[in-house]
């Protein structure tokens, strides 16, 4: 059983800057990439944020580049996206996901609950 959790969601100012942190616990061998994700208020589908794999390269969206930074720590099993220069349209559940193995042969994609994160201006 493996779980993902989240913390560092909440209302900010727009200009301000938050943290989210993601933490993988369960049954892990070993995790492939880990990023987030976010999926605002009406809108069906979840947009990759940003992206980091187990060598450490990243991908951000072209809206967040500059301003969101995506670091791991894989001796805790944890990712963290740093946020800064926020602004309105950041508004959205950010969702964590992993792909992790339990054995080292196979992958499986997994999501936390997700956090809301509100910008005000």
């Known amino acids: 059983q493996v779980r993902l959790v989240e913390s560092g969601g909440g209302l900010v100012q727009a200009g301000r800057s938050l943290r989210l942190t993601c933490a993988a616990s369960g049954s892990i061998f070993r995790i492939s990439a880990m990023g987030w994700y976010r999926q605002a208020q009406g809108q069906q589908q979840r947009d990759l944020v940003a992206v980091i794999r187990s060598g450490g390269t990243t991908n951000y969206a072209d809206s967040v580049k500059d301003r969101f930074a995506i670091s791991r720590d894989n001796a805790k099993n944890t990712v963290t996206l740093q946020m800064n220069s926020l602004k309105p349209e950041d508004t959205a559940v950010y969702y964590c996901?992993?792909?992790?193995?339990?054995?080292?042969?196979?992958?499986?994609?997994?999501w936390g609950q997700g956090t809301q994160v509100t910008v005000s201006s």
């Open positions: 996901n992993a792909a992790i193995s339990d054995n080292g042969l196979r992958y499986r994609n997994y």
